[in-house]
Every structure is written in structure tokens, then in C-alpha cells.
């Protein structure tokens, strides 16, 4: 069975392939951040929710013009923050919707 510090180290590998082959080599990848959200979406949306989210982390960042490695984590920081205030606000909607509905 694999153990946390194994598929950290999987992902880190895979980071630095994908980015290597996508030319964007100044890029720090928060695995941790990244995985909680699509989690977060996957569980409050649908199986695939998860893997939109976090294209659309991406794409989000991508479009913000920067200069520096901070000013990239910032941008994926930004665009992960909103995304996680979405998905807290639908978590506590359905929190407060109860049973209404549910033919309980």
C-alpha cells in the first residue's frame, strides 16, 4: 500500500514531468491544496467536479499576467482560495437544507 510521503513524491515526479514538458519550469505545484479541492468538488458535485475545479484553478491562474515565481503561486493561491469560498458556501447550503426534499 502506498503511504503519503509515496504519492507525494509520485506527484512531485509527475509536476515536474508535465511542467518540464509544458515549458512552465518556474512553477511550484501545492499538491496538498490541489487534491483537497478536487476532493472537496468531487464529493459536494460529482466524480468528475473535482478534475473541472482544478483545470479551472489552472486555466484562472494562467490568465493572469506575471512576473515571478511568487507572483504565479499567488495567482494559483488567488484562483484556489475562490474556488475553495464556492465550495464552502454550496457545503453549507446543503448543510442547512436538512432533510428538506430528501422524500425522508
Not at 43 to 71: D, M, N, Q, W
Not at 74 to 90: F, L, R, S, Y
Request: glycine share 6%; aromatic share 4%.
Amino acid at each position: 500500500m502506498a503511504t503519503p510521503d509515496d504519492e507525494e513524491r509520485t506527484l512531485s515526479d509527475w509536476s515536474r514531468t508535465l511542467t518540464q514538458a509544458l515549458q512552465i519550469l518556474d512553477l511550484e505545484v501545492d499538491h496538498p491544496r490541489i487534491v483537497e479541492l478536487a476532493d472537496r468538488s468531487a464529493h459536494l458535485v460529482g466524480p468528475h467536479a473535482g478534475v473541472i475545479s482544478a483545470f479551472l484553478v489552472g486555466y484562472a491562474a494562467g490568465t493572469v499576467t506575471t512576473k515571478s515565481r511568487e507572483e504565479t503561486s499567488a495567482a494559483v493561491e488567488k484562483a484556489a482560495t475562490t474556488v475553495t469560498t464556492v465550495i464552502e458556501k454550496d457545503e453549507e447550503t446543503q448543510e442547512q437544507k436538512g432533510w428538506t426534499g430528501s422524500a425522508q
